[in-house]
């Protein structure tokens, strides 16, 4: 998760779709599910068009079960838009991994909402 972390930061989509498993879905608020890669693909290319993300992961739970590792907690950071202004971020987040075969763990299903109070 820190790999991705930074990938984002750097904006560097390819290195972000390495942690992605092919099959993903990811679950935004008030929108359609973004299912498979080349869609996941999509939403990050529009998000890094937005500005300059900045974010940690801080996990509450995790659980192993069997092959899969399931994530809960808050990602704080920051959003710079191109114009220099930016606004804080704090989303509730619920992530599953999976191996994908070649002994690397990939984000499998993604959940959040905005509200990381």
Not at 3 to 12: I, L, R, Y
Not at 24 to 48: F, K, N, Q, T
Not at 59 to 72: I, K, N, T
Request: hydrophobic content about 45%; charged content about 20%; some cysteine.
């Amino acid at each position: 998760m820190a790999d991705h972390e930074g990938n984002v930061a750097d904006a560097d989509l390819d290195a972000i779709m390495t942690n992605m498993a092919s099959d993903i879905v990811v679950m935004v608020p008030d929108s359609p599910l973004v299912e498979g890669a080349e869609a996941c693909r999509a939403m990050y290319a529009a998000l890094l068009e937005i500005g300059t993300w900045e974010f940690g992961h801080e996990y509450s739970q995790a659980l192993v079960e069997s092959d899969a590792v399931f994530l809960h907690g808050v990602a704080r950071g920051r959003l710079t838009l191109a114009d220099g202004s930016s606004q804080a971020l704090a989303n509730n987040f619920q992530l599953v991994l999976k191996p994908d075969g070649e002994g690397r763990m990939r984000l499998w299903r993604v959940a959040f909402s905005a509200d990381g109070s």
